[in-house]
């Protein structure tokens, strides 16, 4: 199952503070990018941990995704066969994938995480065709 933490927080109890800004718009990316390819997704806490120990008690994996109710999604999960040899190759190239657009995404722009235009953002306005190098240079 592709998890996509919930940034804008609609999803799961807030943690204590919020969640950082520009979350939301970290899970809007993926879930966009997820969304483009035809490919489901879940929620998953923004609490800041690596241990969701409120998604197994709440009896989740449920068997429409393979697991076991009130068990781990992964039975290796933080154990020692939790390996190279304990992986989808499917899952690690969709999110690799997605990975690599969010990526792709943030560094032509962070206007939508931090409201700021900065360095790389392509969203310019269309000003006309460029100025030859002979007029700048002054040739």
Known sequence: MRFVYDGDLS???????????????????????FVSQGLATEPTALDGRSDY???????????????????????????????IDNLSPVALDQMSDAAAHATI?????TQAVNGQRGKGNFNVKDTGPPTPIASISGN
Do not use: K, N, W
């Open 105 to 109: 995404s943030l560094a032509q722009s």
């Open 53 to 83: 120990r409120r998604f197994i008690e709440a009896g989740i994996p449920a068997a429409a995704y393979g697991g076991v109710a009130g068990e781990q999604y992964d039975p290796c999960y933080h154990l020692s066969c939790d390996d």
């Open 11 to 33: 999803d799961s109890t807030p943690p204590p503070g919020g969640a950082p800004a520009g979350s939301d718009a970290i899970e809007t990316l993926f879930l966009d990018y």
